[in-house]
């Protein structure tokens, strides 16, 4: 149901933004989220955004950096990544959860394939 696009390799202070079409028609229903797993770790909460994009959140270390954004008429939810570091290394998930917004992982419904995204100092 979730694709994950634009990931890769970027120097430490770069930027990358991150794409996630889905492909359900009630999109606009659907909070998003975007995780982070890195090597050895759990999934990370990064970043969120309610279904009409009024609402949005982030996890402290991404903060000013990051953005989240969605276009409900592309189905598409994006993550505007800047001054990327070397410990945003991970892979990036898109999640999406019907009507309510989540920090835990474990509540979303449909999740994307994951995106690497690798950040070299």
């Known amino acids: 149901h979730l694709a994950e696009s634009g990931g890769g390799l970027v120097q430490a202070g770069g930027s990358l933004k991150l794409s996630c079409t889905a492909s359900?028609?009630?999109?606009?229903?659907?909070?998003m989220g975007w995780f982070r797993q890195a090597p050895g770790k759990g999934r990370e909460f990064v970043a969120l955004?309610?279904?009409?994009?009024?609402?949005?959140s982030y996890a402290d270390s991404v903060k000013s950096r990051f953005t989240v954004s969605r276009d409900n008429n592309k189905n598409t939810v994006y993550l505007q990544m800047n001054s990327l570091i070397p410990e945003n290394t991970a892979v990036y998930y898109c999640?999406?959860?019907?009507?309510?917004?989540?920090?835990?992982?474990?509540?979303?419904?449909?999740w994307g394939q994951g995106t690497q995204i690798t950040v070299s100092s």
């Open positions: 999640a999406a959860r019907y009507c309510r917004g989540s920090f835990d992982p474990r509540e979303y419904d449909y």
């Open positions: 359900e028609r009630t999109f606009s229903s659907y909070f």
């Open positions: 955004i309610g279904w009409r994009a009024i609402n949005t």
